[in-house]
């Protein structure tokens, strides 16, 4: 008996499985942020530690909207890649843009992302 492929070189062939692996690779990449944003805004930006934590809970808040209009927005697409690859290049540009921006610039760009169709 000949096993078939598996589960994983299946997904990969497959349009689901690369927009499954990039959506779990944006999700990672927006919680790893939200959770150790706090810590680099206190240490490497010299906010205070309450303003670091408000700016952290406010990049997890802000992506709830975002989950939500972008999901309901993709089931009614028939463009998917415009809902997975579009928020996940946009996010990947600002999350580049975090450690050169002024501190100031940080609350508008620590929340743009977001609100992203895919995005928090």
Known sequence: MTAGPGPVRWGMRSRAGIYG???FGGYG???TTSQL???Y???D???DPSAGGLLSALIALAGIPGSLLGGYWAD???NLRMFVVGPLVVVAA???LIPVVPASALWVLGTC???LPFSG
Do not use: I, N
């Open 45 to 47: 930006r010299h906010f």
């Open 21 to 23: 692996l990039a959506l």
């Open 94 to 96: 600002l999350l580049a």
């Open 76 to 78: 009614r697409s028939r």
């Open 41 to 43: 805004v206190t240490l």
């Open 37 to 39: 944003f706090s810590e």
């Open 29 to 31: 990449a927006y919680f």
């Open 113 to 115: 992302p977001s609100h």
